[in-house]
T-cell receptor, first 115, second 114 residues
Framework: SAVISQKPSRDICQRGTSLTIQCQVD?????MFWYRQQPGQSLTLIAT?????????ESGFVIDKFPISRPNLTFSTLTVSNMSPEDSSIYLC????????????FGSGTRLTVV | AQSVTQLDSQVPVFEEAPVELRCNYS??????LFWYVQYPNQGLQLLLK??????LVKGINGFEAEFNKSQTSFHLRKPSVHISDTAEYFC????????????FGQGTRLTINP
C-alpha cells in the first residue's frame, strides 16, 4: 500500500506565525485528507484535498485559517495560519488508496505546539 | 450524516486475557467500516476493514471484528492480548457512495497489564 512521508514531525511555534506541513505520497492518489487530533481526542477532518480543484472544508474550518494546496497527485500541504495556543494539536494527512479507494494510509503526524 | 460511538474510552485488561472493544455507528445509508490502531507518537495503522461479504473480518495482529447490521455494530475482539497491544484504537466509517472521507469514533485506550 502507499506510504506517506509527512514533515515536520513536530514543531514549536510562536503565536501569530504560520506553519506549513507537507505530505508526500509514494504513488499517485486521487484524494487526500487533512485531520486534526487535539490532545486526548479523536481525529477531526479539516478538509479533503483534490488535485486540480479547491479543497472542501468541513464545518468549523475555513480556508483563511487552513489553506491547502494539492499541486499534483502525490503531494499536498496544509498551512496553519496566524496560530494561537488553541491550534496546538497533532495534524495528520491521509490518502485513499488501493483498488476502489477502500484503503486509507496515514502520515505519521505533525505534533504542533504553539507558545 | 454518519456518526460513530465507541462505548468505552478506556479498557484495562490483563495480559493473555480476551478483549472486546465496542463500536456502534449511525448512518442512513450503507457504510464501510474500519478499525485503526495508533501507537504512542505514531500515525494510524489499519487493523481491518469490512466492505462486504462475510460479517466476520480478520485483521492483523490476531484481531477480528464482526459486522452486525441489525445492531449497527462493529466490535473488535482479540482472544488473548499482549503487552504490545497497548495503544489507542479507533473505529471509523465511510459511506459506500459519495464522499470518501472517514468519520472516526472517539477512540478507546487499551491498556494491557502484566
Amino acid at each position: 500500500s502507499a506510504v506517506i512521508s509527512q514533515k515536520p514531525s513536530r514543531d514549536i511555534c510562536q503565536r501569530g506565525t504560520s506553519l506549513t506541513i507537507q505530505c508526500q505520497v509514494d504513488s499517485q492518489v486521487t484524494m487526500m485528507f487533512w485531520y486534526r487530533q487535539q490532545p486526548g481526542q479523536s481525529l477531526t477532518l479539516i478538509a479533503t484535498a483534490n488535485q486540480g480543484s479547491e479543497a472542501t472544508y468541513e464545518s468549523g474550518f475555513v480556508i483563511d485559517k487552513f489553506p491547502i494546496s494539492r499541486p499534483n497527485l502525490t503531494f499536498s500541504t496544509l498551512t496553519v495560519s496566524n496560530m494561537s495556543p488553541e491550534d496546538s494539536s497533532i495534524y495528520l494527512c491521509s490518502a485513499s488508496t488501493g483498488a476502489g479507494n477502500y484503503g486509507y494510509t496515514f502520515g505519521s503526524g505533525t505534533r504542533l505546539t504553539v507558545v | 450524516a454518519q456518526s460513530v460511538t465507541q462505548l468505552d474510552s478506556q479498557v484495562p485488561v490483563f495480559e493473555e486475557a480476551p478483549v472486546e472493544l465496542r463500536c456502534n455507528y449511525s448512518s442512513s445509508v450503507s457504510v464501510y467500516l474500519f478499525w485503526y490502531v495508533q501507537y504512542p507518537n505514531q500515525g494510524l495503522q489499519l487493523l481491518l476493514k469490512y466492505l462486504s461479504g462475510s460479517t466476520l473480518v480478520k485483521g492483523i495482529n490476531g484481531f477480528e471484528a464482526e459486522f452486525n447490521k441489525s445492531q449497527t455494530s462493529f466490535h473488535l475482539r482479540k482472544p488473548s492480548v499482549h503487552i504490545s497491544d497497548t495503544a489507542e484504537y479507533f473505529c471509523a466509517v465511510r459511506t459506500i457512495q459519495g464522499a470518501q472521507k472517514l468519520v472516526f469514533g472517539q477512540g478507546t485506550r487499551l491498556t494491557i497489564n502484566p
